[in-house]
């Protein structure tokens, strides 16, 4: 079984622009969350989506905001872009739904390097 | 989300050194994973905990969901040069979904 991708691995962006990064799950997997990590602050929590719908929030500005599609994959797109944001985003998936905690077990895929300059 | 409280932040050992490293939180987790993440790659699921007081090993990798359900270690024995990278602990509580990461343990093995 083919593990999470994303897409793109590697990404450089200059302050102001936009970008779009996508996540496409572990086959049968119906949520995905997104991460995150820079040295100073490690891995903090994005957003998780289940059935095209949001369903968990972090602390993160409007600037970053995400979609998931009737197929599970799903998108983030962070607007305005900051020094800041430059990390590496990490996706996750998870089987969800009704069933316990094995279903809420996260899978990450390999992330998305983004350098903002 | 609640930041967990992983130590030590690094190790150094000697190849065939036996190895440890906890993560202790103030809240109750119904679930424990350990992640091993190596450079520019994502964290890989190296044990799932779902039950206080727990044991699960997964070849020379053992970990524990403590009975308080607000910590657990992991042990690596008999390290080898391959073992190196970052070992995050995350925990998953009862009221929400998104997972709850340590810091991390930086271990260096030196053959």
């Known amino acids: 079984k083919a593990g999470v991708t994303q897409t793109p691995r590697y990404l450089i962006k200059t302050r102001g622009q936009q970008v779009t990064l996508s996540c496409s799950p572990i086959?049968?997997?119906?949520?995905v969350s997104w991460y995150q990590q820079t040295p100073g602050q490690g891995l903090q929590f994005l957003f998780e989506y289940f059935s095209e719908t949001q369903r968990n929030k972090g602390n993160f500005p409007g600037r970053f905001s995400g979609r998931q599609f009737s197929n599970s994959r799903s998108e983030m797109n962070v607007s305005t872009l900051e020094l800041g944001d430059s990390a590496l985003y990490l996706c996750?998936?998870?089987?969800?739904?009704?069933?316990?905690?094995?279903?809420?077990?996260?899978?990450f895929g390999p992330g998305t390097r983004l350098l903002v300059l | 989300g609640q930041q967990l409280n992983q130590s030590p932040q690094s190790m150094f050992i000697q190849e065939g050194e036996d190895v440890s490293m906890n993560c202790t939180s103030s809240s109750i987790f119904n679930t424990w994973l350990w992640y091993k993440q190596d450079p520019g790659e994502g964290p890989v699921l190296l044990i799932a905990?779902?039950?206080?007081?727990e044991l699960t090993s997964n070849g020379r990798l053992t970990a524990q969901f403590g009975i308080t359900r607000k910590d657990s270690f992991l042990n690596i024995s008999a390290s080898i040069p391959s073992d190196v990278g970052i070992y995050f602990c995350?925990?998953?509580?009862?009221?929400?979904?998104?997972?709850?990461f340590g810091k991390g343990t930086s271990l260096l093995v030196t053959p």
């Open positions: 996750a998936s998870s089987l969800a739904g009704s069933g316990g905690a094995l279903r809420e077990t996260q899978y």
């Open positions: 086959s049968g997997h119906r949520s």
């Open positions: 905990l779902y039950k206080a007081g």
């Open positions: 995350a925990g998953i509580s009862n009221s929400g979904y998104a997972l709850n």
